[in-house]
Structures are given as C-alpha cells and as structure tokens.
C-alpha cells in the first residue's frame, strides 16, 4: 500500500523500511528528468528535511523525507538513467529506502483517496 506526502513524495512500507520516490504527478509536472541526486546511504533526515534532488530541463526539485530515519540503499539506476523515474515513477524510478526512526509518523501521511483530492 501507497502512502504519500503533500509534497509529491510516494512510500511503500515494509515494516520499519520505506521506499521512497516521488509521485507520477511529480514527475509530470517536472517534465523529463535528466539528472538525481541521491541521498548517501548511512544519511539521517528527519521527516521533511531535503534529503534528494531530481532536475529536468525545466527545473530542479527537492525530494523530502516522508518521514525520520537512515537511509539503507540508493537505486543506482536512477543515477545513471533519471527517465526511469519518469516512465515508471511507482516502481522501478524509487529513489531511496530509509529504516524508519519512528513508524508512528506515517499515520499522519495521505492514503491514495486523500493524495487525489489533493492534486484534483
């Protein structure tokens, strides 16, 4: 299940690891990515602090972290091919996983239903 951020940002829990990637709306209105700067792993943020960059020819955007924790792994393949996260920004164009510092915080996130109205 999705859970996702007023600020674009979509998750998937898996116990205390999020993966974390920016929504299909996003990345839309970014128009085609051509470059990500990605989090180190080993980085802490907490919830709401920049922790990734994405750049298309018309602008750059910070990534926020949903929630607090450490980031566990990079998607590589962002890296070296950012139109991954334009053709399939919910799967295979994820940006980071982080363990979570504290699982609680994504009560307050968006489901699905509340994401939509958002950007309707």
């Given at each position: 299940?999705?859970?996702?951020?007023?600020?674009?940002?979509?998750?998937?829990?898996?116990?205390?690891?999020a993966?974390?990637?920016?929504t299909?709306?996003?990345?839309?209105?970014?128009?085609?990515?051509?470059f990500?700067?990605?989090?180190?792993?080993?980085?802490?943020?907490?919830?709401?602090?920049?922790?990734?960059?994405?750049?298309?020819?018309?602008?750059?955007?910070?990534?926020?972290?949903?929630?607090?924790?450490?980031?566990?792994?990079?998607?590589?393949?962002?890296?070296?091919?950012?139109?991954?996260?334009?053709?399939?920004?919910?799967?295979?164009?994820?940006?980071?996983?982080?363990?979570?510092?504290?699982?609680?915080?994504?009560?307050?996130?968006?489901?699905?239903?509340?994401?939509?109205?958002?950007?309707?």
């Amino acid at each position: 299940m999705l859970k996702f951020t007023a600020d674009h940002e979509w998750l998937r829990l898996d116990g205390e690891v999020a993966t974390v990637g920016i929504t299909d709306f996003a990345q839309d209105k970014l128009g085609d990515l051509v470059f990500v700067e990605l989090p180190k792993v080993g980085a802490k943020f907490a919830k709401g602090a920049a922790a990734a960059t994405v750049e298309s020819v018309k602008a750059a955007s910070d990534v926020y972290a949903p929630l607090s924790g450490e980031v566990t792994e990079v998607n590589a393949k962002v890296a070296a091919d950012p139109a991954l996260v334009n053709k399939a920004a919910t799967g295979e164009g994820w940006l980071f996983k982080m363990r979570l510092a504290n699982p609680a915080e994504a009560d307050g996130l968006l489901d699905e239903q509340a994401y939509k109205a958002l950007i309707d």
